[in-house]
């Protein structure tokens, strides 16, 4: 479903020359659910914003569903980190959300069908006359994947969306976007810093080396399909699997003149 | 909400009865007394010249600033947008907003004569420089998030437009069209004092010639309530159109 091919992008600004994604390579099958971890400063964003077609990449491919990326792709929705920034702030909350189904062109019935069903998945039918502003940050973030949920993606990406909100919101965020992608069958690629959530979340979770960046390692979650915050996260197999990312990043952002 | 109407009308009071009370028993005949110029008020302006005078004026000043207003947000967006026809268009545009809008009326009347219509450039040629240059910044600050989501969802066209650019730039633009309202009222003043045969600048000008003070006096009050009046409605329309954005700083305080 979605295809990274040797996927590399240089940044040329002002003489400067970086090389940010050194020749990525990875897939995700239809309806997967993988996790991209890797250092802070490693090129997370840009690998999300390259498959997106949001940035045009150096070289290599990026392809969703056998179609080569160009520009972003039907039936590809993103969630933004800055949910602040991401959210219309003249639109009520169910506006917000029904736009993109007003650009689909869907008839109006339907659009309503959509929109009054992702906010009651998300847990926000109440609040669908509100502006954004109103809301608190975990509570806008809902309002942007109910956005996604109701576009109805077949791949969605999401980048580092629970960094900016509290603890607990965020353990309940990500119970809920397991729902999500259960109740959807979107293949969905997450990336983010936080090495425990990305083990706690996904059936896939690729490790990216730091800049110039590289896939480091494919490692398989082989954790029981039912996740709970209490007693996943109490798994001795969880915990090993958290240690050997862990582990792996940590190496490589050591110095080499530090190792012994 | 008392509390703010006092403060609000505070002020002027005070300045009213100073006035009323430092001219009361003023024998000068370039500076009357307030009390004549209240009475020369009301047989002024509450007469026939509230159509011959006063209606055309604003008639003006509104055909003026509704141009300018539709021009300038046009083709700010048009610029905004582009960062090639920027590129063109930026140093000429600098060049003609630094020209003041009163030294074109001589070279106004020969293009388009004497008639409502020079009047009416001269106010959309004063008005459309803030509302453009606003709009122009307003649409080049679009959030980059918001603009990125609108692609990916391809928010396109005039979706895009109307619900993404220009409600984006809408505090711009306010701010733009505020600052065109004022330089409108002026113009709309100064294009009557040349070769005009009505409006409240025209009025003004005569009862001067005519050395009719106290006429005079209430004729620059009159213009001065009018620019009140006019902010006022101005800010109701601000806050319709704005709720959001007064909305949005007041939660992130």
């Given at each position: 479903m979605l295809d990274v091919d040797g996927l590399r992008k240089v940044y040329d600004t002002h003489g400067r020359h970086v090389e940010a994604l050194a020749g990525l390579t990875f897939q995700a099958a239809a309806g997967e659910f993988v996790c991209v971890v890797g250092p802070s400063g490693c090129g997370k964003t840009t690998l999300l914003r390259c498959i997106g077609g949001l940035l045009a990449p150096s070289g290599g491919t990026v392809r969703v569903d056998g179609t080569p990326v160009t520009g972003p792709p039907p039936d590809l929705a993103i969630v933004f980190q800055e949910y602040?920034?991401?959210?219309?702030?003249?639109?009520?909350?169910?506006?917000?959300?029904?736009?993109?189904?007003?650009?689909?062109?869907?008839?109006?019935?339907?659009r309503k069908r959509l929109v009054a069903e992702a906010l009651r998945a998300v847990g926000l039918s109440d609040a669908d006359g509100a502006y954004p502003w109103q809301l608190s940050g975990g509570m806008q973030q809902r309002v942007a994947i109910a956005r996604a949920v109701a576009y109805r993606p077949r791949v969605l990406l999401m980048d580092e969306p629970f960094a900016a909100v509290d603890a607990q919101t965020r353990a309940d965020l990500e119970d809920?976007?397991?729902?999500?992608?259960?109740?959807?069958?979107?293949?969905?690629?997450?990336v983010t810093h936080d090495i425990d959530e990305a083990v706690y979340l996904a059936q896939r979770v690729i490790v990216?080396?730091?800049?110039?960046?590289?896939?480091?390692?494919?490692?398989?979650?082989?954790?029981?399909?039912?996740?709970?915050q209490l007693t996943t996260r109490a798994d001795p197999r969880f915990t090993e699997l958290r240690t050997h990312v862990y582990a792996r990043i940590k190496r490589s952002t050591t110095p080499l003149e530090a190792s012994p | 909400m008392t509390r703010r109407v006092v403060a609000l009308l505070a002020l002027p009071a005070a300045l009213f009865a100073v006035w009323w009370f430092a001219s009361a028993g003023s024998t000068d005949f370039y500076r009357p007394p307030l009390s004549r110029i209240l009475v020369a008020f009301k047989e002024t302006w509450f007469s026939r010249r509230l159509l011959d005078d006063?209606?055309?004026?604003?008639?003006?000043?509104?055909?003026?600033?509704?141009a300018a207003l539709l021009a300038g947000i046009a083709l700010g967006v048009a610029i905004g947008s582009s960062a090639r026809l920027r590129a063109y268009v930026e140093p000429v545009l600098e060049f003609l907003r630094a020209i003041p809008p009163p030294v074109l009326v001589p070279i106004v009347i020969l293009v388009a004569g004497i008639g409502d219509l020079m009047k009416v450039?001269?106010?959309?040629?004063?008005?459309?420089?803030?509302?453009?240059?606003?709009?122009?910044?307003?649409?080049?600050?679009?959030?980059?998030?918001?603009?990125?989501?609108?692609?990916?969802?391809?928010?396109?066209?005039?979706?895009?437009l109307r619900h993404l650019v220009l409600r984006a730039a809408s505090p711009q633009i306010v701010t733009g069209a505020r600052q065109a309202l004022s330089i409108g009222i002026i113009l709309m003043v100064i294009s009557e004092m040349f070769a005009a045969s009505s409006g409240l600048g025209f009025t003004v000008v005569q009862f001067q010639r005519g050395f009719e003070i106290p006429e005079m006096w209430s004729g620059v009050l009159l213009l001065g309530l009018v620019g009140v009046l006019l902010s006022l409605a101005f800010r109701l329309v601000d806050m319709r159109i704005l709720k959001w954005y007064h909305g949005e700083r007041d939660a992130r305080r």
């Open positions: 602040g920034r991401s959210l219309f702030p003249w639109l009520r909350v169910h506006e917000n959300v029904d736009l993109p189904l007003r650009s689909k062109g869907l008839p109006k019935p339907e809920l976007i397991r729902e999500v992608w259960h109740h959807l069958g979107v293949t969905l690629l997450f990216l080396s730091k800049a110039p960046t590289t896939v480091m390692e494919d490692l398989a979650i082989d954790l029981p399909e039912e996740r709970d | 006063v209606a055309p004026s604003l008639a003006r000043l509104a055909a003026g600033y509704a450039l001269v106010i959309v040629s004063g008005c459309l420089w803030p509302i453009l240059l606003n709009t122009v910044e307003g649409v080049r600050g679009v959030d980059e998030v918001l603009a990125d989501t609108a692609r990916t969802y391809r928010i396109r066209g005039v979706l895009r």
